[in-house]
């Protein structure tokens, strides 16, 4: 299984862009402000979501940020590593 996210593209008009700017610019704060925690202290949704959907997988670092987001880095048997993004309820966001 490789991980990964999909994206969508919408079309926007030049009105739109000041707009956009600034939501992505607070998106990117939210995501700088993920701080390291210890993988035992992940909420048992967001463990078992790890492994229902990536049963191979090993947490090798998890992080919190202040809405309860978690940025799990992990790695699978196959050697594939990557980024996963939950919720506290162990839904998979980004």
């Known amino acids: 299984m490789a991980l990964g996210c999909m994206t969508t593209f919408a079309q926007s008009t030049p009105e739109d862009s000041q707009n956009q700017s600034a939501t992505a610019t607070e998106a990117q704060a939210t995501q700088d ?3 390291e925690i210890a993988v035992e202290e992940l909420p048992e949704a967001v463990s078992s979501a790890v492994a229902k959907n990536y049963p191979t997988a090993t947490i090798n670092k998890a992080y919190m940020n202040d809405a309860n987001e978690y940025k799990l880095e992990v ?3 196959d ?6 993004y ?3 309820d162990g839904n998979w966001i980004q």
């Open 79 to 84: 050697g594939t590593a990557g980024t996963l």
């Open 86 to 88: 939950a919720d506290e």
């Open 33 to 35: 402000t993920y701080k």
């Open 75 to 77: 790695s699978l048997q």
